[in-house]
């Protein structure tokens, strides 16, 4: 079985940092797209950002130049540095990793961490 363990959220005043770690764990052979969405409250979960297993990044127009991502593959880590934060950025932050092969010969299939609660206070 595959899991996705996030840590590192919590509450910050804004213009605040904190960085968030989701490690992938149990037996898998590649990860294709690591990637974080977040589900403000009262709303339906939204892209954040995503990283393909070459490092290639993209985040989307509300967070750009202020939050991060990054992959660690020997660590089949992914991690998303969330500076200048504002209270919109108030959400459940989940992890997703796509593409997931547990050996090369199975199909890929998509898995999320629980969620890690972010609050940012004005």
């Known amino acids: 079985q595959v899991q996705l363990v996030e840590s590192g959220g919590g509450l910050v005043q804004a213009g605040g940092s904190l960085r968030l770690s989701c490690a992938a764990s149990?037996?898998?052979?590649?990860?294709?797209?690591m990637g974080w969405y977040r589900q403000p409250p009262g709303k339906q979960r939204e892209l954040v950002a995503t990283i393909t297993s070459s490092g290639s990044a993209n985040v989307v127009d509300s967070v750009k130049g202020r939050f991060t991502i990054s992959r660690d593959n020997a660590k089949k880590t992914v991690y998303l540095q969330m500076n200048s934060l504002k209270p919109e950025d108030t959400a459940v932050y989940y992890c997703?990793?796509?593409?997931?092969?547990?050996?090369?010969?199975?199909?890929?299939?998509?898995?999320w961490g629980q969620g890690t609660q972010v609050t940012v206070s004005s």
């Open positions: 997703n990793a796509g593409g997931v092969r547990r050996t090369s010969y199975l199909p890929p299939r998509d898995y």
């Open positions: 149990g037996v898998i052979f590649s990860i294709n797209v």
